[in-house]
């Protein structure tokens, strides 16, 4: 089945005084059959017996499958306002509000899905999701030499100054380890990039100083191993 995306919107605009306008508007957006590559040769609990790789067809390692039947959502709003001001000035403002989920963000490549038999446990935010942003533009037609007929007027005037500030939250964050069996790899389906167990007490969303993004904000050892053979309880994009 070919992929394919349905866009939907529902707006209302009013026009206050001062030449204020207000706007406010739904968005919403699906995709259909998109398209993810999944390594279907392994199984959860392959190197329990004795560390070594089997799958399901010994004759091959990786065997990627292409399909079309990964799914995303985004539901989301916007607060438009704009004003013309005197002398050439404008002035307009957005806040949006959405969220996009998503099961597959690879659009190269094998997906890193972390269980083969159960891609529902990928199904998150959205590594590109931003939850809110705030924009605001202005812009002031200069009416120096605007007016002048002369190679002075042609040559200085009509130009615009604008300016535009753009303030949002940022993306998500999942959380994996790349080590190799059985250090990682705790499902032991001979794939690593696991996620471990949540942790057991709700680590500080924010607050964080800038040294400490430098030096490691998140101690590894605040989320617990997964029982080898299992799949970690950490959600995608957490």
Known sequence: TEPYVQNWSLGIQHQLRWGLVVEATYLGSAGHHLLNTLDVNRFNGDLLNGAKFHGY??????????????NSIFNGGTIQIRRPFG??????????YGRVIDDNDAFGGITAYVDANNRKLNRGLASFDVPRRLTMAGTWAMPFFRDQKRPSGRLLGGWQLAGTGIFDDGTPLTVTSSAAYPNGDWNADGTNNDRPNAPLTALPAGGYARSTFLTGFLAASAFPRPTLGTVGTLGRST
């Open 57 to 70: 067809n010994q004759s091959f390692a990786a065997m990627p499958l292409a399909e079309t039947n990964s």
């Open 87 to 96: 002398r050439g000035f404008s002035l307009q403002s957005a806040f949006t």
